[in-house]
């Protein structure tokens, strides 16, 4: 099963004037909306996730989505599905961990029911004063794409933990258990922009979005992997993987855009590649160990239907 033919089928059912994007953009009201869930052992386990940190993550996974978008985070919904034997303790830590995430976001209310499983679901509304909203079907041929941060080492932390491996300080680790919305850096763009342009989070993986981007768009985006940045100790900890971790691995919540070059240079961001127009293929990845990689679908991304 694949979140794509799922997507598929909803849009047939109920048509997709707001299915599409990771925020749904309510033009007339000036509001943007996103709902994301995180659900255990899917995606996350408790013995590597203590309640503030996931109280944390679901706060920022949520917040990652409207900065994605270009809008402003405002008002936040909670539903939780707990286990009958879970404590007090487990949900004042959880929302002390959301707390951390606000900073002026408003919670608003929510649901709590019963469940095998922990599961969190949060709605979050942001509002696009001052902003051009962005949607991933907007990139322009001519446009460069650029990128926030660093990429892959959430993934590699889930493989330090995975291998028994506990320091909580650990760049890589501390990435997966506490990821930061990369939320200036999508303000600067919609603050700046005076053109439609594609942006997203990579929550799902660099490749995920740059391959969404490109259908979504119906371009072809030529990427040099010399040029994106990732932690060094990425390659040192996986000197077998930290290419396709850089590419394929999920929930490191940095922003890519395809914006102006202009504007890329002035805001001073870090260029990665450009959009062309469409090829016989989606995404050329440049200067990698064993020369190209052509990327014509999600085969190798994240599947929210997989275990961690």
């Known amino acids: 099963m694949k979140e794509d033919d799922i997507l598929l089928t909803i849009k047939s059912v109920i048509g997709e004037k707001y299915i599409g994007d990771d925020c749904a953009y309510i033009k007339e009201l000036g509001l943007v909306v996103t709902q994301d869930s995180l659900v255990e052992d899917i995606h996350f386990l408790k013995k590597y996730m203590s309640p503030y940190q996931l109280g944390y993550k679901s706060g920022m996974v949520n917040i990652s989505d ?23 303790e487990f949900v004042r830590e959880f929302y002390q961990g959301l707390s951390e995430t606000l900073n002026g976001i408003e919670i608003i209310g929510g649901d709590i029911t019963g469940s095998d499983k922990i599961m969190v679901s949060i709605t979050l509304i942001g509002i696009d004063k001052d902003r051009h ?94 040029k994106i940045i990732y932690d060094k100790t990425l390659k040192t900890n996986f000197p077998d ?8 691995g999920g929930e490191d919540y940095q922003i890519i855009a395809t914006v102006p070059e202009y504007l890329a240079k002035s805001l001073n961001l870090n260029i990665i590649g450009k959009v062309e127009p469409k090829s016989e293929y989606f995404v050329k990845i440049k200067n990698m160990l064993n020369g190209e990689k052509i990327i014509d679908n999600l085969n190798n991304c994240y599947n929210h239907f997989e275990t961690v």
């Open 66 to 88: 409207i900065s994605a978008s270009g809008g402003i985070p405002k008002y936040m919904s909670v539903a939780l599905s707990l286990p009958k034997d879970i404590s007090t």
């Open 133 to 226: 909203i962005s949607s991933r079907a907007n990139a322009k041929s001519g446009q460069v794409i650029v990128t926030s941060g660093v990429h892959g080492s959430s993934a590699a932390g889930l493989k330090l933990l995975m291998k028994g491996k506990r320091d909580y300080e650990n760049p890589l680790i501390k990435s997966h258990l506490m990821p930061v919305a990369q939320i200036k850096f999508g303000s600067n763009i919609s603050k700046n922009i005076n053109e439609d342009y594609a942006m997203m989070d990579t929550s799902d993986g660099l490749a995920d979005a740059l391959f969404k981007i490109a259908k979504a768009s119906n371009k072809t985006l030529i990427v040099d992997f010399s």
């Open 241 to 248: 993987e930290y290419e396709n971790l850089i590419l394929y």
